[in-house]
């Protein structure tokens, strides 16, 4: 059975629809004032299909603050959904119309009811029809959208025009026509009217779809003090989300977790993820490390978590390329690894635009716009590799080597630096600077050091046949320490 709810006067701030859904999920909104409802089921709730239409009525006459919408209505209750449309709107107060009674109920109709029913159909945005795409002010299309079959406005006149022509004034007159002669002189159309006239229209419910909500909030009869009770609070409310993210085949890369403390204030958490994904089991555990990591001053009296939706990554794997870690588990890891050592510490290090000598600093992973082709990266990079005097590599030594480093009016002459793995000793043959590089002088760890760059060799005899290494080292200037920073290869 189908309840069918219309009201002749809506005022702007009242929804029919959202009153039409206190009595049942299913709800189509024909038109503007004109909902119909699925009433199977609804009899454990409210009784007999009469006695829902009695409650609706009633309902709609208390005032709007209280859930009603202020002013009466007219209710009927049919077999189909067409049916039910046509006694609301031309019926007043309550209809009922048994199933196999369409006819007897609809019999005395005018014919020309057929325009007004028609003309304010509102198609579903899902169902893509024309009459959505053009303006209601310079379109005079009428669409009737039953079982991929339309209905213009042009038609709909020829018909009823024709059916004058015949005599024919009513429901009950037009539906008593014999279908054979109404296919051979007013085609599929006409068969179609006649099915609606009659009331033996079958069709489900346009259902009118709520805006999705991606957020999900709990508010807790007791304050909750310890991780292990907040984390059922947690996967239930990240259970229905992902819920929610399944079944409009989204996904998201942003969690937004707020707890509301025990002294009204909210405690806010954001986990940016890598890549879209949805799956509860690792949204749980990224969540309950990063409480560990961050937990509330208070106690918990409220939960919500709330997720900004985007689509799903989608990968193409190659037949024979092998199939690469998944993310979900690098995440879990590099979450892992904060706990332990720090979100300071765990990263990827990135070049600070500074002088400071091995300034860096370390920044989340994250993929940064599209990855360059083989192609564009060759043409990007244009090394010398035919000169080998390019080929000159730095190793640093982490931590520099403290030196004692003889010196000559400024120039140091002989090195001699150790440490447990490795050690630099010998005379200074060649040299190259000093360079003074300072900076940050108005901060308490600004640096100033006088830097060179020496070939040193072990032989205290002959320079030419002993072997040179090139080294480079520094004077620190606040305090005269030499140091030996690392070696050329």
């Known amino acids: 059975m189908f309840a069918c709810i219309h009201a002749k006067t809506v005022s702007a701030d009242v929804s029919l629809t959202d009153f039409a859904y206190a009595f049942s999920p299913l709800v189509e909104e024909t038109e503007i004032g004109t909902v119909v409802i699925d009433a199977e089921g609804c009899e454990l709730i409210f009784g007999s299909p009469y006695e829902l239409a009695n409650e609706i009525s009633r309902r709609a006459a208390t005032a709007k603050g209280s859930g009603g919408l202020g002013g009466k209505v007219n209710v009927a209750i049919a077999a189909n959904p067409d049916t039910a449309i046509f006694a609301a709107k031309f019926y007043q107060g309550i209809s009922f119309i048994s199933p196999g009674e369409e006819l007897t109920g609809l019999g005395s109709l005018p014919i020309s009811n057929l325009r007004s029913r028609l003309s304010n159909l509102r198609t579903d945005s899902k169902t893509g029809s024309k009459a959505q795409a053009k303006s209601a002010a310079n379109s005079k299309a009428v669409i009737l959208d039953f079982e991929h079959w339309t209905l213009d406005e042009r038609q709909l006149d020829e018909i009823l025009e024709t059916l004058r022509l015949w005599g024919v004034r009513t429901f009950g007159e037009f539906a008593a026509l014999p279908v054979s002669g109404i296919s051979e002189r007013l085609g599929q159309a006409g068969v179609k009217l006649q099915q ?28 909750l003090t310890e991780l292990e009770p907040l984390s059922f609070i947690f996967a239930r409310l990240l259970n229905q989300l992902c819920a929610t993210l399944n079944a409009y085949a989204l996904a998201t890369n942003e969690l937004r977790v707020r707890l509301k403390l025990e002294n009204l204030k909210l405690h806010e958490r954001v986990l940016n993820l890598p890549h879209p994904m949805r799956d509860n089991k690792v949204f749980m555990k990224l969540l309950l490390l990063d409480t560990e990591m961050h937990p509330p001053a208070l106690p918990v009296i409220g939960v919500s978590i709330s997720c900004e939706p985007v689509k799903p990554r989608s990968v193409q794997n190659g037949l024979f390329i092998p ?9 879990l890891t590099l979450l892992r690894l904060a706990k332990l050592l720090g979100a300071e510490n765990v990263g990827a290090p990135e070049l600070i635009d500074t002088h400071r000598p091995d300034a860096f600093r370390i920044r989340r992973f994250a993929l940064k716009g599209k990855i360059k082709s083989k192609r564009n990266s060759k043409k990007s990079r244009q090394p010398d590799f035919k000169q080998r005097q390019c080929l000159l590599g730095f190793r640093a030594f982490r931590p520099p080597l403290r030196a004692m480093v003889e010196a000559k009016n400024g120039y140091p002459t002989q090195i001699s630096a150790w440490s447990k793995k490795l050690s630099v000793y010998g005379k200074v043959v060649r040299l190259a600077g000093p360079w003074r590089t300072t900076g940050d002088w108005w901060r308490s760890d600004s640096w100033a050091r006088d830097e060179w760059d020496v070939a040193v060799t072990s032989s205290n005899h002959s320079t030419r046949g002993a072997a040179q290494t090139l080294y480079r080292i520094y004077r620190e200037l606040a305090n005269g320490a030499w140091f030996v920073e690392g070696s050329y290869d």
């Open 196 to 223: 609606l006239v009659r009331g033996k229209t079958e069709r489900h419910l346009k259902l009118k779809q709520p805006a999705p909500v991606f957020a999900q909030s709990l508010e807790l009869d007791y304050p």
């Open 323 to 331: 199939l690469a870690p998944e993310p979900e588990k690098l995440e």
